[in-house]
C-alpha cells in the first residue's frame, strides 16, 4: 500500500489556485453525502447550495479539474467523488500520528471519520511517562522519546499537534526534524517553520471570538433599530432637540472614546503614537 512518504498530491503540478483547493473538500463533503443518498447526477446549482458557494465559482474550480458536466444532465456524482478525491490524494493511504493525548488529543483519536477519508492513525504519542502504554482509541499510546523512530517506521508525513502552546514549537521542529512535511496545529500558537512545511491551525478561541464579534454587532444592530440603546437614545435626543446642549458628536461618542481622544490630544495627537493598551 502507498504511503504519504512516497506520493505527494498533485494540485501544485497542476497549477490549482489554493482557493480552489480548500473549496475541494467542501465539494467531497457534499458529493459523499448525495453518493450515500445513492443520487446519480447533480446539478452545479444544487452541489453550490449544497458546498456553500455559488454556482459560478463552483463551476470555475472543477474547469481546474477537466470536469465540465454535462448541459441538462449535471454532473456524475461517482466519477466526481473519486476525480476530487484522487486530486486531493485520498485515494492512497496517509499515515498519521497524534502528538498530544489530553482530552483534544484523545478526542481526535476516537474520531472515526479518519479512515473513511484516506488518514490512518499510526501512533498516538504524548510525553507524560504515565500514559506511555495506556489504551487510547484501541491503540498505546507511545512515549515522545520514540518519535523520531515512530515517524520512519510508519512513513509519516503527516503530524498533528494537540500539546499544549508551550511545547508545540519544540514537537514541530522534532517532527520536521523526522521527516513530516505537513502538520495540522491545534495548539494556540503559531508555528514557526521552513519552507517546505505545510501547516494548517485550527484555534477553537478565536473561531468563537469571532462568533462574539458578529453577535455583539447583532445585538448593537438590533438594539439601535428599537431605539432603546444608548447610542440610539443619546442620538435621538440630539436629533430632536431635547438633549443637554452638546453637539451631537459629543452625545453619541462613548466614555472609552472620549478617553481615548483626551489621551491622544495631550500626547500630540494620534499620529505615530503607540496605544497604551494593544490589542490582544
Known amino acids: 500500500m502507498a504511503t504519504g512518504r512516497t506520493h505527494r498530491p498533485a494540485t501544485r503540478s497542476r497549477g490549482i489556485p489554493e482557493a480552489t483547493v480548500a473549496r475541494l473538500p467542501l465539494y467531497l463533503r457534499a458529493l459523499t453525502a448525495l453518493s450515500e443518498r445513492s443520487v446519480p447526477t447533480v446539478s452545479s446549482e444544487e452541489l453550490a447550495t449544497a458546498a456553500g458557494v455559488n454556482s459560478a465559482k463552483l463551476r470555475k474550480d472543477f474547469s481546474y479539474l477537466g470536469s465540465y458536466g454535462t448541459r441538462g444532465v449535471g454532473y456524475d456524482v461517482e466519477y466526481l467523488v473519486y476525480q476530487i478525491s484522487r486530486e486531493l490524494g485520498l485515494t492512497q493511504d496517509w499515515p498519521v500520528v497524534i502528538v498530544g493525548i489530553g482530552n483534544l488529543g484523545a478526542a481526535l483519536a476516537n ?10 492513525v499510526a ?22 522519546d520514540d518519535l523520531e523512530k515512530i515517524i520512519e517506521e510508519n512513513g509519516v508525513s503527516i503530524g498533528v499537534i494537540a500539546t499544549p502552546a508551550g511545547a508545540a514549537q519544540q514537537v514541530s521542529e522534532r517532527l520536521i526534524a523526522a521527516g513530516v512535511t505537513s502538520i495540522l496545529n491545534f495548539a ?19 473561531e468563537l471570538q469571532i462568533l462574539a464579534f458578529h453577535e455583539q454587532r447583532k445585538a448593537g444592530e438590533e438594539a439601535a ?21 452638546a453637539a451631537p458628536a ?7 472614546g472620549r478617553a481615548a481622544a483626551a489621551a491622544a490630544a495631550r500626547k500630540g495627537g494620534p499620529e505615530g503614537d503607540v496605544p497604551a493598551v494593544m490589542p490582544a
Do not use: C, N
Open 111 to 120: 474520531y472515526g471519520g479518519f479512515a473513511s477519508r484516506g488518514f490512518r
Open 123 to 144: 501512533a498516538l504519542i504524548d510525553a507524560d511517562p504515565a500514559m506511555a502504554g495506556k489504551p487510547v482509541a484501541g491503540m498505546p499510546v507511545q512515549h515522545t
Open 188 to 206: 494556540p500558537t503559531v508555528l514557526s517553520v521552513p519552507d517546505g512545511v505545510d501547516v494548517r491551525k485550527v484555534d477553537l478561541s478565536i
Open 225 to 245: 433599530a428599537a431605539g432603546t440603546g444608548p447610542v440610539a437614545e443619546a442620538a435621538a435626543g440630539a436629533g430632536t432637540g431635547t438633549g443637554t446642549g
Open 250 to 256: 459629543a452625545a453619541v461618542e462613548p466614555p472609552a
